[in-house]
């Protein structure tokens, strides 16, 4: 009995999570999830949503719902690993390191402007994400820096959804 219920709860959840993920309603909510999927193997991995548009001040969390495989989310800076600087100047760089699955890292979100970032052990598979927060101008410094695309491998240039696309849409999933 009680657990036909939890299966019922399960599923009435997961309706108000879909619902939840509307362009519309991301912007009411505190904390904004996003999750770390993949294939066995690591054979394929992405973050869900790939692409967010968020307020300054919100917070956005990642949780690992891959079973068996871990991933990180860890910004392009060069405090990581040397890599080149695809967040805002005056932003502060961040590094989960390894997550196991259900395990969770925030970050919280003030500075604006567009954040890329990546998993560490699948950034060739194309697991990248991009976070806009607020409403950056169109020639603003990052946009460049974004556009030139510097030091980054093909494939993975090609993963990240357009800033625009994101502008319309607030969250762009691929799955
Ligand atoms: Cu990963």
Redesign the pocket.
């Known amino acids: 009995m009680s657990v036909a219920r939890r299966e019922v709860l399960g599923l009435g959840g997961g309706l108000v999570a879909v619902l939840s993920l509307s362009g519309r309603d991301v912007w009411a909510e505190e904390v904004v999830e996003i999750r770390?999927q993949?294939r066995a193997y690591?054979s394929h991995?992405w973050f869900d949503p790939i692409g967010l548009l968020i307020k300054p001040g919100q917070m956005v969390r990642w949780t690992n719902t891959n079973p068996g495989?871990?991933?990180?989310t860890t910004a392009y800076h060069p405090a990581n690993f040397g890599r080149p600087r695809r967040i805002p100047e005056r932003a502060k760089s961040w590094d989960s390191d390894y997550l196991l699955p259900d395990e969770s890292f925030s970050v919280t979100f003030t500075e604006q402007g567009v954040y890329d970032y990546y998993?560490?052990?699948?950034e060739l598979a194309g697991?990248v994400g991009r976070i806009i927060v607020g409403e950056p101008e169109p020639h603003g410094g990052w946009m460049e820096a974004i556009a030139s695309g510097s030091g980054l491998p093909d494939q993975t240039l090609k993963a990240f959804p357009t800033v625009e696309e994101i502008m319309a849409k607030r969250i762009v999933r691929r799955v």
């Open positions: 770390m993949g690591g991995a495989i871990s991933h990180t998993c560490v052990p699948h697991m």
